[in-house]
């Protein structure tokens, strides 16, 4: 193909722009769970945590373990499971969210991304503290069954897939950067998770 004066720049402008400092970091998957141990993660509250046949599980009652890394514009995804051990299992899969400085053992201040298959503001929901905010357009899965969950937060717009099928949209603009962080929310349940990652969408 034979490339015109004004095709070169353009061209040019491309590769410099892929080639650009953080460009490749920005669309790298990077991995939150080693399979191993808890490195890289913090726990509040009373929820007990621990890494078994590589799958993070938390059981013994309320509380949040929050990733080191934060961010505000990304994608993350991993897989998630909830079982019953006697009671009705919660759990969510929390971001832009940071401890209550007053009550580090508290709701984490920021989004969640509900874990919960029975009642109104099931999985797929976007929950503030206490409060569904963004609703799920069907509930797709089932206590005792693995699901996939992606996220995706670029500004104002976040945006929840379930075993790839986008069921949630919505705007919000009060959190803007924070931490991962997975909900332990009642004794009697348990909530595993596995394979999870996140990339970095800022500019």
């Not at 080693?34 to 993660?41: H, R, S």
């Not at 009697?188 to 990339?199: C, D, I």
Request: with cysteine.
């Amino acid at each position: 193909m034979m490339m015109t004066g004004k095709t070169l720049p353009i061209l040019a402008c491309v590769a410099l722009a892929l080639s650009a400092p953080g460009a490749e970091h920005r669309s790298k998957w990077i991995s939150l769970f080693n399979g191993k141990d808890l490195t890289g993660w913090t726990v509040h509250g009373k929820a007990k945590w621990s890494v078994q046949h590589g799958l993070l599980v938390g059981v013994g009652g309320m509380g949040h373990i929050y990733t080191d890394a934060a961010c505000s514009d990304f994608e993350a995804k991993g897989m998630f499971r909830v079982t019953s051990q006697g009671a009705i299992p919660n759990s969510g899969f929390y971001f832009r969210s940071n401890p209550p400085a007053d009550n580090p053992d508290g709701f984490p201040r920021g989004y969640e991304a509900q874990i919960c298959n029975h009642g109104d503001g099931y999985t797929g929901w976007l929950w503030k503290p206490g409060k569904p905010t963004g609703k799920a357009t069907e509930l797709l899965t089932k206590d005792d069954e693995w699901f996939r969950y992606r996220i995706r937060a670029v500004g104002t717009h976040l945006q929840f897939w379930i075993n790839d099928k986008l069921v949630m949209t919505y705007d919000d603009a009060e959190y803007k950067r924070g931490h991962f962080a997975i909900q332990g929310h009642n004794p009697g349940m348990t909530v595993e998770a596995k394979e999870l990652y996140y990339r970095d969408l800022t500019n």
